[in-house]
């Protein structure tokens, strides 16, 4: 099965400032079936982008995706106070389908 | 806009069975594939397995020989049961839309249920 790394562990900004967050794939993911997911204690995962790039409906073009094969990245260009949470990585181009352990974006 | 709702007992007992249910609200069930997945503090989300109206089915081979999923049509529900559970089975359960983008991401997901096992 595909192991997905995140990094870092934890991210500590400030609102206004960008984040990069990182999914390295341990195999190739096909067709660039990489989704990231936000997840805010208490609710489940919320879809933010799907194949790779393509942003999920009603998401804040302040988010974007991009990457592809095994390296991919998350951007959020000016962090909100509502975008401190924990993002997920996702492949789905391959079964058993497997996500990272996330990265916790907190309030520095 | 569809909404997903689990249901089931929040204790099961070692060794016994997991039995849950997801009623889908706002949508057939009969557009999309239906799946669930697991959180737990230890191994993070875990994708248990996945099922299409017609009784298609794929399952994680980390639960292949304990999960089964399948589709009550009349009741717009699907369900899960996961037999000879352990403590490890401990986990928040959500289930989970597979959306018709390319490739078939998770899009849309219920509010989940914990399920403690129990000796």
């Known amino acids: 099965e595909i192991v997905l790394t995140q990094s870092p562990g934890t991210l500590s900004l400030s609102p206004g400032e960008r984040a990069t967050l990182s999914c390295r794939a341990s195999?190739?993911?096909?067709?660039?079936?990489l989704a990231w997911y936000q997840q805010i204690p208490g609710q489940p995962p919320r879809l933010l982008i799907y194949?790779?790039?393509s942003r999920a409906s009603g998401i804040p073009d302040r988010f974007s995706g991009s990457g592809s094969a095994t390296d991919f990245t998350l951007t959020i260009s000016r962090l909100e106070p509502e975008d401190f949470a924990v993002y997920y990585c996702?492949?789905?181009?391959?079964?058993?389908?497997?996500f990272g352990q996330g990265t916790k974006v907190e309030i520095k | 806009q569809v909404q997903l709702q689990e249901s089931g007992p929040g204790l099961v007992n070692v060794s016994e069975t997991l039995s849950l249910t997801c009623t889908v609200s706002?949508?057939?069930?009969?557009?999309?594939?239906w799946s669930w997945i697991r959180q737990s503090p230890g191994k993070g989300l875990e994708w248990i397995g996945y099922?299409?109206?017609?009784?298609?089915?794929n399952y994680n081979p980390s639960f292949k020989r304990r999960v089964t999923i399948s589709v009550v049509r009349s009741k717009n529900q699907f369900s899960l049961e996961l037999s000879a559970v352990t403590a490890a089975d401990t986990a928040r359960y959500y289930c989970?839309?597979?959306?018709?983008?390319?490739?078939?991401?998770?899009?849309?997901w219920g509010q989940g249920t914990l399920v403690t096992v129990s000796s």
């Open positions: 989970a839309r597979l959306g018709k983008t390319d490739g078939y991401v998770f899009d849309y």
């Open positions: 195999q190739t993911v096909i067709s660039n079936y």
């Open positions: 706002g949508g057939s069930i009969s557009e999309h594939y």
């Open positions: 099922i299409h109206y017609s009784g298609i089915t």
């Open positions: 194949g790779a790039s």
């Open positions: 996702l492949q789905y181009g391959s079964s058993p389908r497997t």
